[in-house]
């Protein structure tokens, strides 16, 4: 007893700490990073914000207004010229040398110059100029004027230290200014898109096209557009988002400002600057942000920290292997990685939440998810922390918890052993006697002993042995009476075949003599009686039927309200089966005459007999009941029909054999498998 409450007592006490303990801890966890996503997606929303609010600012501003002014004028002066052979020349060269290959080595594509060359004459002036001179962008946007004396350039020098100093201040990748009919009028790097014309030029498929037309379309100056992440040529097919705004004030738009948005800022927006362990992330959390094509839209803690194991962990996880090297080729996931999980489906529709599920690298991490509140943007924020190390206080509690209960439970065991040997003295008694019984020992008695509980238990334990004693006799008488009421219904040797417990029993038998026999007008007889006078009437006729097959040798199968199915030879083997049936046929009418003269009735037998080969065995599983079928049985229930009138009927096997002995007369015939069959009426008297 001592033992029961103490583990009881322990156990529950345990269970209750363990659950509201663990429930604590995973709770917080989920907490914290919860906590964390809602500090990346603020920091997120503020990033673009900031630049939404910049862009406001700067697109209103006289500055930016009169350097749309100023660079557009330029530009149109460039396009009523006509570029030397020496610009032209250089500006392929620089596309067939410079651009090109670095391009190839950036996207591992193959292209041709000819699809970027420029197609205006200020577009190839400007980049004579502005870069092909040069090896890199940053030494193009240092260049404040060429010298050569054009507009554009005086415009440059004026303009060109202003929005290259605010492109390094805000972290932008470039700004551009675009004229009214999609020219790009100016660039800070001085890229391959300066001078193009989005609409028309080969760039005119990009995202910066769908935002500057978005942008003029707006009417209204303080418009901002922000488009997703797509690959820009231009930058080598580098993943590029844009903000866009109108140049100008009241109704006058001369121009449309956008800035390309700094891929490193938002990347150590989501990173915390790479301080995951202090934003509350541990070693494995990461905070990222996916696109509506499931796609990334920053980089992976992973890819960052552990690059030689990134690509096999991706490919296992069902990133494709060409997609995995190359995300670990240009050390980026942005437009690169997939993730297929519930978390980003959810967010997609805008639901914010928690889950526990397998992430982009099959590891299976704790999630809580969001969308990012910016306009015009369908991003979703995911943070996630791998669940051995967001559950590893859970781990260690339960432990502790686990350890603590073991403890207790040997200490109570070692006191229980104690007292049990104190205890279990009376009990051993009790417990040989229990054997004797088990071991199948009726009427084992023990003695009472003191007046205590275990007298008690000695006295209740002979009142079971008794009545467990009186129980085996009732049990013996049932099983004889049992025994007696298979007999009845099945032959022995079908009788012990079931109580060996064989469920499908059937056999064969060879010359068989079938008897299937019909009481004629039981129904207008019994039409007057009542329910318990017609029961008493059809008992008196069986009871008959039963008392002349056992005179004759014949063996009942099944009796139903008006029929008798019995057989001969299928039991106990007899030479002379036919003969029986017949004669079992003629006592049948014997009885039932008796029965009419007794009870002034008019019943009559139609009864048909064949004899071959039939089967026999038990049919149903929850009422058992032993039938017979086969071909024989089935032409003795035809044959009796084919008069349509009380006789006995018999097929040409009976006839042949009792030929000799008994008359019949032809009765009509029957199809069977065989063909045409005749059948006989036994002639009586």
Same mark, same amino acid.
């Given at each position: 007893?001592?033992?029961?409450?103490?583990?009881?007592? *322990?156990?529950?006490?345990?269970?209750?700490?363990?659950?509201?303990?663990?429930?604590?801890?995973?709770?917080?966890?989920?907490?914290?990073?919860?906590?964390?996503?809602?500090?990346?997606?603020? @920091?997120?929303?503020?990033?673009?914000?900031?630049?939404?609010? *910049?862009?406001?600012?700067?697109?209103?501003?006289? *500055?930016?207004?009169? /350097?749309?002014?100023?660079?557009? @004028?330029?530009?149109?002066?460039?396009?009523?010229?006509?570029?030397?052979?020496?610009?032209?020349? @250089?500006?392929?060269?620089?596309?067939?040398?410079?651009?090109?290959?670095?391009?190839?080595?950036?996207?591992?594509?193959?292209?041709?110059?000819?699809?970027?060359?420029?197609?205006?004459?200020?577009?190839?002036?400007?980049?004579?100029?502005?870069?092909?001179?040069?090896?890199?962008?940053?030494?193009?946007?240092?260049?404040?004027?060429?010298?050569?004396?054009?507009?554009?350039?005086?415009?440059?020098? /004026?303009?060109?230290?202003?929005?290259?100093?605010?492109?390094?201040?805000?972290?932008?990748?470039?700004?551009?200014?675009?004229?009214?009919?999609?020219?790009?009028?100016?660039?800070?790097?001085?890229?391959?898109?300066?001078?193009?014309?989005?609409?028309?030029?080969?760039?005119?498929?990009?995202?910066?096209?769908?935002?500057?037309?978005?942008?003029?379309?707006?009417?209204?100056?303080?418009?901002?557009?922000?488009?997703?992440?797509?690959?820009?040529?231009?930058?080598?097919?580098?993943?590029?988002?844009?903000?866009?705004?109108?140049?100008?004030?009241?109704?006058?738009?001369?121009?449309?400002?956008?800035?390309?948005?700094?891929?490193?800022?938002?990347?150590?927006?989501?990173?915390?600057? %790479?301080?995951?362990?202090?934003?509350?992330?541990?070693?494995?959390?990461?905070?990222?942000?996916?696109?509506?094509?499931?796609?990334?839209?920053?980089?992976?803690?992973?890819?960052?920290?552990?690059?030689?194991?990134?690509?096999?962990?991706?490919?296992?996880?069902?990133?494709?292997? @060409?997609?995995?090297?190359?995300?670990?080729?240009?050390?980026?996931?942005?437009?690169?990685?997939?993730?297929?999980?519930?978390?980003?489906?959810?967010?997609?529709?805008?639901?914010?939440?928690?889950?526990?599920?397998?992430?982009?690298?099959?590891?299976?991490?704790?999630?809580?998810?969001?969308?990012?509140?910016?306009?015009?943007?369908?991003?979703?924020?995911?943070?996630?922390?791998?669940?051995?190390?967001?559950?590893?206080?859970?781990?260690?509690?339960?432990?502790?918890?686990?350890?603590?209960?073991?403890?207790?439970?040997?200490?109570?065991?070692?006191?229980?052993?104690?007292?049990?040997?104190?205890?279990?003295?009376?009990?051993?008694?009790?417990?040989?006697?229990?054997?004797?019984?088990? %071991?199948?020992?009726?009427?084992?008695?023990?003695?009472?002993?003191?007046?205590?509980?275990?007298?008690?238990?000695?006295?209740?334990?002979?009142?079971?042995?008794?009545?467990?004693?009186?129980?085996?006799?009732?049990?013996?008488?049932?099983?004889?009476?049992?025994?007696?009421?298979?007999?009845?219904?099945?032959?022995?040797?079908?009788?012990?075949?079931?109580?060996? %417990?064989?469920?499908?029993?059937?056999?064969?038998?060879?010359?068989?003599?079938?008897?299937?026999?019909?009481?004629?007008?039981?129904?207008?007889?019994?039409?007057?009686?009542?329910?318990?006078?017609?029961?008493?009437?059809?008992?008196?006729?069986?009871?008959?039927?039963?008392?002349?097959?056992?005179?004759?040798?014949?063996?009942?199968?099944?009796?139903?309200?008006?029929?008798?199915?019995?057989?001969?030879?299928?039991?106990?083997?007899?030479?002379?089966?036919?003969?029986?049936?017949?004669?079992?046929?003629?006592?049948?009418?014997?009885?039932?005459?008796?029965?009419?003269?007794?009870?002034?009735?008019?019943?009559?037998?139609?009864?048909?007999?064949?004899?071959?080969?039939?089967?026999?065995?038990?049919?149903?599983?929850?009422?058992?009941?032993?039938?017979?079928?086969?071909?024989?049985?089935?032409?003795?229930?035809?044959?009796?029909?084919?008069?349509?009138?009380?006789?006995?009927?018999?097929?040409?096997?009976?006839?042949?054999?009792?030929?000799?002995?008994?008359?019949?007369?032809?009765?009509?015939?029957?199809?069977?498998?065989?063909?045409?069959?005749?059948?006989?009426?036994?002639?009586?008297?």
């Amino acid at each position: 007893m001592l033992l029961s409450v103490s583990i009881g007592s *322990t156990l529950v006490v345990g269970a209750v700490g363990y659950v509201s303990g663990t429930d604590s801890l995973r709770n917080a966890a989920f907490s914290e990073l919860t906590n964390v996503r809602e500090s990346r997606t603020l @920091a997120s929303a503020t990033l673009f914000k900031n630049v939404t609010n *910049t862009l406001v600012l700067e697109s209103k501003g006289a *500055t930016a207004i009169g /350097a749309a002014k100023d660079f557009t @004028a330029g530009f149109d002066q460039l396009a009523n010229t006509t570029p030397t052979t020496a610009q032209t020349a @250089a500006v392929k060269d620089y596309y067939d040398k410079t651009f090109v290959p670095t391009y190839e080595q950036h996207t591992g594509e193959t292209t041709t110059a000819d699809l970027f060359l420029p197609k205006n004459p200020a577009e190839t002036y400007l980049q004579s100029q502005y870069t092909a001179p040069f090896d890199s962008f940053d030494a193009a946007a240092a260049v404040d004027d060429a010298g050569d004396g054009s507009a554009w350039s005086a415009a440059n020098a /004026a303009y060109n230290p202003y929005f290259r100093d605010a492109a390094t201040r805000f972290g932008y990748e470039d700004i551009l200014i675009l004229d009214t009919h999609g020219n790009v009028v100016y660039s800070v790097y001085k890229g391959v898109d300066l001078g193009t014309n989005i609409e028309t030029g080969p760039y005119a498929g990009s995202g910066l096209a769908s935002a500057y037309s978005d942008a003029l379309n707006a009417n209204a100056v303080d418009y901002v557009g922000l488009s997703d992440f797509e690959r820009y040529q231009p930058s080598y097919n580098v993943p590029t988002a844009w903000g866009v705004s109108p140049l100008g004030s009241g109704d006058n738009v001369v121009g449309v400002l956008a800035v390309q948005f700094p891929i490193t800022s938002i990347n150590d927006t989501m990173t915390a600057g %790479g301080n995951w362990e202090q934003d509350g992330l541990g070693s494995t959390g990461e905070t990222y942000l996916v696109g509506p094509d499931h796609l990334m839209r920053s980089v992976s803690r992973e890819l960052l920290q552990h690059p030689e194991d990134y690509a096999e962990e991706a490919i296992s996880a069902g990133t494709p292997p @060409a997609t995995a090297q190359r995300i670990v080729d240009v050390k980026g996931t942005v437009l690169l990685q997939p993730v297929n999980t519930d978390s980003v489906d959810a967010a997609l529709k805008g639901e914010t939440g928690t889950v526990i599920e397998k992430n982009y690298l099959g590891h299976e991490v704790l999630t809580a998810y969001t969308p990012v509140p910016i306009n015009g943007i369908n991003w979703v924020v995911i943070s996630s922390i791998d669940t051995s190390e967001a559950f590893a206080p859970v781990a260690d509690f339960a432990r502790n918890l686990v350890l603590t209960i073991a403890g207790i439970l040997v200490l109570v065991s070692l006191l229980s052993l104690v007292l049990a040997q104190v205890f279990a003295r009376p009990v051993r008694g009790l417990v040989g006697a229990v054997r004797r019984v088990a %071991g199948g020992e009726l009427g084992v008695e023990v003695p009472q002993g003191s007046r205590d509980e275990f007298g008690d238990l000695a006295s209740a334990f002979n009142d079971m042995s008794r009545t467990l004693q009186i129980k085996q006799d009732l049990l013996d008488e049932q099983r004889n009476e049992n025994e007696k009421l298979l007999r009845t219904v099945m032959p022995d040797a079908v009788a012990a075949r079931y109580r060996d %417990g064989e469920d499908n029993i059937a056999q064969v038998h060879n010359d068989v003599a079938v008897v299937f026999a019909d009481i004629v007008g039981l129904d207008e007889f019994s039409g007057t009686l009542s329910p318990d006078a017609e029961l008493r009437h059809l008992n008196e006729l069986l009871r008959g039927f039963d008392e002349a097959a056992e005179r004759t040798g014949i063996e009942k199968v099944r009796t139903l309200r008006e029929g008798y199915l019995a057989s001969c030879g299928l039991v106990v083997p007899r030479v002379d089966n036919v003969r029986r049936v017949l004669e079992f046929t003629l006592e049948m009418q014997k009885v039932l005459a008796r029965f009419n003269a007794t009870n002034g009735a008019e019943l009559s037998l139609r009864a048909g007999v064949d004899a071959g080969t039939v089967t026999s065995g038990l049919v149903g599983r929850a009422n058992i009941a032993y039938d017979m079928w086969g071909e024989a049985v089935s032409l003795a229930n035809r044959v009796q029909g084919v008069g349509g009138r009380p006789g006995v009927f018999v097929t040409d096997r009976v006839r042949e054999v009792m030929a000799d002995a008994m008359a019949f007369t032809e009765s009509g015939s029957i199809e069977t498998r065989a063909g045409t069959e005749t059948v006989w009426e036994l002639v009586q008297g």
